[in-house]
């Protein structure tokens, strides 16, 4: 069946963390993780395969967790 909404709200959340938890600790393996999974999503979401609810926030969380850099998480 098709992703729910709150599928993609989950994701977002992750990515969110991860982007917060980067800032802290200054670790990037866990959010590049979360970076590979959501692109997957990203993927899926090109193809149609989730509903346009929550799409922009998830697009958004994700461009901003890859515009992290290892400065970003210093700073």
Same mark, same amino acid.
């Given at each position: 069946?098709?992703? &729910? ?5 989950k *994701?977002?959340?992750? &990515? &969110?963390?991860?982007?917060e938890g980067l ?7 866990? &959010?590049?993780? /979360?970076?590979?999974?959501a692109e %997957?999503?990203a *993927?899926e979401i090109?193809?149609?395969?989730? /509903?346009?609810?929550?799409?922009? %926030?998830f697009? %958004? *969380? /994700?461009?901003? *967790?890859k515009? /992290?850099?290892?400065?970003?998480a210093?700073?």
């Amino acid at each position: 069946g098709e992703p &729910l909404e709150a599928d993609v709200t989950k *994701a977002y959340d992750g &990515l &969110l963390n991860a982007a917060e938890g980067l800032v802290r600790a200054s670790d990037r393996s866990s &959010l590049n993780d /979360l970076i590979e999974k959501a692109e %997957a999503v990203a *993927a899926e979401i090109a193809e149609g395969k989730y /509903l346009p609810d929550g799409q922009e %926030a998830f697009q %958004a *969380a /994700l461009d901003a *967790a890859k515009a /992290l850099t290892k400065d970003d998480a210093q700073a």
